[in-house]
Each structure stands twice: as structure tokens, then as C-alpha cells.
């Protein structure tokens, strides 16, 4: 009976301070929409003859309230309506939509005394919005419970009974129950090991110096062949990256291009991830993944790709941004966020052209909205649906934020662009550390990238032509008029017409007409690797066949200045690696040296497995790396890259918590994304027992119960 009594008293001392803090903000609005009524000519709220104090504090507060409750109730369905366009689109219409809202509150006051110019009702409704927000979280911040249900409602999520006081619990050291621990992984895209310790030891991250001092321990760690998010991510979250051989692939079976960062083939390769491992990744067990290409087995999802392919009632694939911008306060921040960005970007891109720094690449067209939305949008959704699962006690979080590898392309990986975001991502570390204190249950937070970036000119860049082109006078195919004059180019095509008069003993034209596939091979670019298959040829062809087809192409590439080495298949040597001056190894012989020399310790084991993939292409380009330097040559327009060997690219970060065991033991390494997986694994277990993640082993056909909704995979455009 007491209890009831003290609950009864808690829950009206709780409406009693929620309507306080109503009052208080619709005080502050009223103020503040008073104030700008005097700063701004073209917004009234009196009538022609004027009005007294009272009556236009009067007019002031109804305008605020009307303004308010339009927010609350009309807002969010505008924003579930703009999930139908691009979501770059939602930035540059939420102040327009606010300052909308804002003309219908001033029609709705009484005898028309409110009045603003569609440009004035812009600007107030931004003020008012912030000040709103700014005076509702100062309010909230002094009450825990309000504080937490005001970022529950800003990442979508209700009060679980654990979080009432009552997380999951083990024994204690005293024999009473002690919440067991939940685990938050971090993961910042592209940051490589070498520029989190420069970023440290220059001031820009505190957050991280600051576990470096004394809670967390730093580990390097090396990547697969393919350093990239979406083989590295598949390996940690699934534990299995097997045939994925770069960012972008073609598949000889299907017909079909695979590339990492599209929906449809982001949930077939988590698919056929789930079909090898047998259960459904590491956040099986009440886990939550946010801004990832896969879902990891999490239930609860945010900005999922895989889950963007999928077809049925809980695909949502932009759920996350009706989340977060539900809260008309949040829109119009980051929408004013993003457009500072934005202008950031155009400035500091003008000012690389006026300095003429090199290596440059384009950085016009829709590029700066790109890197606003994954530096601004995309970061503040993804923040804030970590804080919500942090204060809904989810027992494993994996999130993604990735905007450090989007400056860093177009910038490269090292500068004062890069440092600007770097100093950015430690504050929101420094949130959500901060937010994790009002947790129901203490968090350890483990913070790793995937890759890093090595950096460089592009290939184009260096020599004129890209790796398509070189390609194609290789095999004689026609080439742009611009490759024709450029040495590489000339050389690749006199080199292809000599052994085509010999192979062929006839002569061929200019355009290489006696080459029987004029389409040419399927060549494509994943950062630093190159890809060649031929797609007449249902297998994978060897040496023998393609010198037989196109006798000059493989000479051409092994001897290219700007290329460190190849990979074919041979009849005779199984596989064999190809270098400059006829360096030649085969496969099953292969150590760190002869052709992989500068390439470091591990680049023959990394290269030995991709050979085994089923889909590996049939000639496998890696750029030339200049140690002295750290720098390769991208094949695709990026002076930042990463995808394939080769200085700081391959060659992550792993910051975790010293209570957790050591990563590896002593002396030992790091390799691979799988290895990464069975340690994040590990973790857990010793946070939560042995059932978290759990272990399933469904029969193959049964491999699709673990994707994240129901139906089928929806094509995209490429397949």
C-alpha cells in the first residue's frame, strides 16, 4: 500500500514538473518571438493602430503556443512525407518548412495581428526553434528521468521495463547484483592507425587521449587484400568475408556487378555471409546497428543498407532520419549545420585551386551537399540513435560514422580539412561517453576503424589515361584521342599491334579491328585495385589464354610504371604474380619478397587467399606503393584510398577497454577482419556470459531468416 502511495506521488510529481517546463518554454518562446517582433520591420504582431503591452504579449503567446503545437503534431508527418524524396533534399527544405509552420501559427491568431514576410518567417522560426530546444534541454538536464525521455523520443524509443531500474544483472563482488555491462562499438570509417596517434599527440581528440591515459589500450591491426568498409565490415560483423575481393566486382556466373555500397548487393553478400557461418552475426542477441552496410543479426536497425534492399512492413530504410528529424528543433539545427558544411567545402576546394596544391581532384558538382550530408545528417542521426540505445540498455551496439572517409577522399588523409573532422567525431565521443553515464547499466565503448587511407595522385592524374584505357590499348581496342598521344598509351598500343601482326600474322588497323571481343574486358576500380575480367569467357582465365587472346596486355600492366604488381591464374604455375622486368612467382611460392617486397609483412598471405576466391577477376591490378613516400595511385578519382595494399591503408586501429582481455597475445598480430570478429566475440562473453551472441546453425535454405525484414531483395540499377 505504501508503495502504491509513493508511486502515485512520483507520477504527479512528474506531470507537475513536465508542466512546468511547458510553461517555462512557451515563457522564453513568447519572450523571444516579442523580441524579434522589435528587431525585424517585416514581422507584427500588432494590429494597424498599434496595441497596448499586455495585448501584444497576449498576441506574442498565442503565437508561440500555435507555433509549438504545430510542431508537435504536424511536423512529424512532414517529415514521414519526406522520406519519399532524397534525402540530400531534406536539409534544404526544413527551413522553409519551419518558417511555413510558423505563417500558419501567425494566421491563427485572433483579429489577424500577426503577420511576416515568407523570408522574416524563415529566420523566426529558426530562432525560436533553437531557443525552444536550447531552454527545454537546459530544463531537462537538471531532472534525469526528463532528460532521458527526451532522448528517448529523439532516437524513437520507449522505456523498456530494464530501463526502470532494473537492467540484467550478475552476482557482485558483496553477493547483491551488479548490472552487467553492455558494449558500445564505435567504428570511425578510414581512420588508420598512424593518423589516430598524429591526431592524438596534435591536441584534436582529448576524448580519446584522454581512455589512451589510463582505460583503453591501442592495437593496430591489418586488413584482407581488400581494405575497405565493405569486406572489413563484413568480417567483423558476420565473421566471414569470404570472395569478396574488392569494393566493386564482376561476376562471371550471375552476370552481375557487386558493388559493397548498394543495396542489393550489400544483403546477398550478408546472405551468403550468413549461409557460411551459420548463425547471424555478432549482434545477435538484443544488439542494435546504426549507419552500417550490414546489420550484424541486430533487431534493431537505423540507416541498414542491407535493409534498404528489402521489401516489407519494417523496411524503413530511412526510418532513422524520421527519428531524429521528428523534433522540428533538430531539423533546422543540423539542416543550418549542413549548409555551413557545405559552404565549408566550396571555400576550402576554392582555396586548394588558388594555392594550386596537388594532388587535387574535382570537388564541384553535388560533392559538397555528398560531404555535408555524411559529415552533418548522417553523423547526428547515427549519434543520436547510439545515445537512445545506450539509455534503452541494449546489450551491443555496432555504428558506423564515416565522415572522416569522405573529406579524406577529396582531401586527402592528412591536412587541416581531415583535422577540422577529426576534432568534430572527438566531441561526438565526448556525447556519447557523457550520455553513457545516465545509462542503466555501465557501457564499455571500443573504438576501431575498418581501414585507413594511403594517399597520392590519382593514376589518371600521373599519366594521363586511366586504367581503362590502358587496358584497352593493351588489347588494341579503340582508345580517346587524348590516350593515343599520352607515352603509356602509345607504348601499350604499338606494343598490342607488334604482337597481334606476330600471334596473328596479318596486319590490323588503328582501331584494333582484328581483335576478335571489341567490347573489350570489364575493368573496374576499387581505390587502388584494378579488376579486368572478360565476360565472354565463362571461367576464370589463365595466363596462357589471355596472352593467346591479347598477347601485348599483360606485358603492358606488369611493366606500367604506376602498377606494383598482377595476379592470374596459370595452366601451368596454379596462380602466379607478375611484376616489373619479368618478375614472375607463382602462387604456392610466394613470400614477402621479390614483386611484394615494399608491400610489407603479410601482403603474400592476403594476396594467396583472395587467389582462392570463386570470384576473384581474371587479371587482379594493385598500384605501385613508394614506401619513402606512403603513397599509391588510386584508379578512381580520389587522392585518399584505400581497397587494396599498400602503406597506411591497410592498416587500422583497435582502441578497447583494458578490462576486456588483450586482443592478441604478446607479440603476436592482428590480421584480418575474421580474426577481428572472434575477438569482438569474445568481448561480449565476458561481458555477458556465453549465451551473447548466439550461436545458431540453420540449415542453408534457412539462411535468410537472419536478414533483417521479410520478402525479397530489390534489384538496383546495376543488377
Known amino acids: 500500500m505504501g508503495d502504491g502511495r ?183 570509417d578510414g581512420v588508420g592507425h598512424q593518423v589516430l596517434r598524429d591526431a592524438v599527440a596534435d591536441g584534436l581528440m582529448p576524448t580519446v587521449a584522454d581512455w589512451l591515459d589510463g582505460s583503453h589500450r591501442l592495437t593496430p591491426w591489418r586488413t584482407d587484400w581488400s581494405s575497405q ?182 582531401s586527402g588523409p592528412h591536412g587541416h580539412d581531415t583535422d577540422r573532422v577529426l576534432a568534430r567525431l572527438d566531441r561526438s565521443l565526448a556525447l556519447i561517453a557523457k550520455v553513457a553515464e545516465h545509462a542503466p547499466r555501465p557501457y564499455r565503448i571500443v573504438l576501431l576503424s575498418d581501414h585507413g587511407q594511403s594517399p597520392g595522385e590519382t593514376f589518371e592524374g600521373a599519366y594521363g589515361l586511366t586504367l581503362r584505357d590502358l587496358v584497352r590499348a593493351g588489347c588494341g581496342l579503340p582508345v580517346p584521342r587524348r590516350v593515343r598521344r599520352t607515352r603509356s598509351g602509345s607504348e601499350a598500343r604499338d606494343a598490342a599491334r607488334d604482337a597481334l601482326r606476330s600471334a596473328l600474322h596479318r596486319p590490323v588497323d588503328e582501331d584494333g579491328g582484328a581483335v576478335p571481343d571489341k567490347a573489350g574486358p570489364v575493368v573496374l576500380a576499387s581505390g587502388n585495385l584494378g579488376l579486368i575480367s572478360f565476360p565472354g569467357v565463362p571461367h576464370r582465365m589463365t595466363r596462357e589464354e589471355i596472352e593467346r587472346r591479347h598477347p601485348a596486355l599483360l606485358h603492358t600492366l606488369a611493366n606500367h610504371p604506376g602498377i606494383g604488381f598482377l595476379l592470374v591464374a596459370s595452366a601451368e604455375h596454379g596462380s602466379v604474380v607478375l611484376g616489373r622486368d619479368g618478375a614472375e612467382v607463382p602462387v604456392a611460392e610466394l613470400a614477402d619478397d621479390g614483386p611484394l617486397a615494399v608491400f610489407g609483412r603479410g601482403a603474400a598471405d592476403a594476396v594467396r587467399r583472395t587467389d582462392g576466391f570463386p570470384h576473384v577477376a581474371d587479371i587482379m591490378v594493385n598500384s605501385m606503393y613508394d614506401p619513402a613516400t606512403g603513397t599509391v595511385h588510386a584508379f578512381e578519382e580520389q587522392i585518399g584510398s584505400h581497397g587494396g595494399l599498400g602503406g597506411e591503408q591497410s592498416h587500422p586501429f583497435l582502441l578497447s577497454p583494458v578490462d576486456f582481455s588483450a586482443p592478441v597475445g604478446p607479440g603476436a598480430e592482428l590480421v584480418g577482419a575474421e580474426q577481428l570478429h572472434r575477438v569482438l566475440r569474445r568481448w561480449l562473453r565476458e561481458c555477458a556470459g556465453p549465451q551473447v551472441p548466439l550461436e545458431i546453425s540453420p540449415p542453408v535454405s534457412d539462411a535468410e531468416a537472419f536478414l533483417p525484414v521479410k520478402g525479397t531483395a530489390g534489384p538496383d540499377k546495376n543488377n
Open 229 to 410: 568498409t565493405g569486406a572489413s565490415q563484413l568480417g567483423i560483423l558476420h565473421g566471414s568475408n569470404e570472395d569478396v575481393p574488392a569494393f566493386r566486382w564482376y561476376e562471371k556466373d550471375t552476370g552481375r556487378l557487386m558493388v559493397s555500397n548498394r543495396p542489393a548487393s550489400a544483403v546477398e553478400l550478408q546472405r551468403r555471409a550468413i549461409e557460411r557461418t551459420g548463425d547471424g552475426g555478432l549482434l545477435t542477441v538484443d544488439g542494435a546497428s546504426r549507419g552500417n552496410l550490414f546489420s550484424g543479426g541486430a533487431d534493431q536497425l537505423a540507416l541498414v543498407l542491407s535493409m534498404a534492399a528489402r521489401r516489407g512492413r519494417r523496411n524503413r530504410s530511412r526510418a532513422g532520419y524520421f527519428t531524429y528529424f521528428s523534433d522540428p528543433a533538430n531539423a533546422v539545427r543540423t539542416a543550418g549545420s549542413f549548409v555551413a558544411e557545405a559552404a565549408r567545402e566550396v571555400v576550402q576546394s576554392i582555396r586548394a585551386r588558388l594555392r594550386k596544391q596537388t594532388p587535387r581532384v574535382s570537388r564541384g558538382g553535388t560533392y559538397p551537399f555528398i560531404r555535408a550530408f555524411a559529415t552533418v545528417v548522417e553523423r547526428d542521426v547515427v549519434v543520436a540513435a547510439v545515445i537512445g540505445d545506450l539509455l534503452a540498455g541494449r546489450t551491443a551496439v555496432y555504428a558506423d560514422l564515416v565522415a572522416y572517409d569522405e573529406v579524406a577522399h577529396h
Open 6 to 188: 509513493w508511486r502515485t506521488a512520483g507520477h504527479w510529481r512528474s506531470a507537475g514538473s513536465a508542466l512546468v517546463r511547458v510553461v517555462v518554454v512557451w515563457a522564453v518562446s513568447t519572450l523571444t518571438m516579442l523580441v524579434l517582433a522589435g528587431l525585424l520591420p517585416d514581422f507584427q504582431l500588432q494590429s494597424a493602430d498599434g496595441d497596448s503591452i499586455t495585448r501584444t504579449a497576449l498576441t506574442a503567446a498565442w503565437g508561440a503556443g500555435a507555433f509549438a503545437l504545430l510542431g508537435a503534431l504536424v511536423w512529424p508527418v512532414i517529415v514521414r512525407a519526406l522520406l519519399l524524396v532524397p534525402a540530400l533534399v531534406l536539409g534544404l527544405l526544413v527551413f522553409f518548412l519551419n518558417g511555413s509552420l510558423l505563417l500558419i501559427a501567425l494566421w491563427l491568431i485572433p483579429d489577424g495581428r500577426g503577420a511576416a514576410d515568407p523570408e522574416t518567417a524563415v529566420v523566426v522560426a529558426a530562432v525560436m526553434s533553437a531557443v525552444a530546444s536550447a531552454t527545454s534541454t537546459a530544463l531537462a538536464v537538471r531532472d534525469d528521468d526528463a532528460y532521458r525521455r527526451r532522448l528517448y523520443r529523439l532516437a524513437d524509443r520507449k522505456r523498456p521495463r530494464a530501463v526502470t531500474g532494473r537492467p540484467p544483472t550478475q552476482p557482485g563482488v558483496g553477493g547483491g547484483p551488479e548490472p552487467v555491462p553492455g558494449t558500445l562499438f564505435l567504428q570511425l
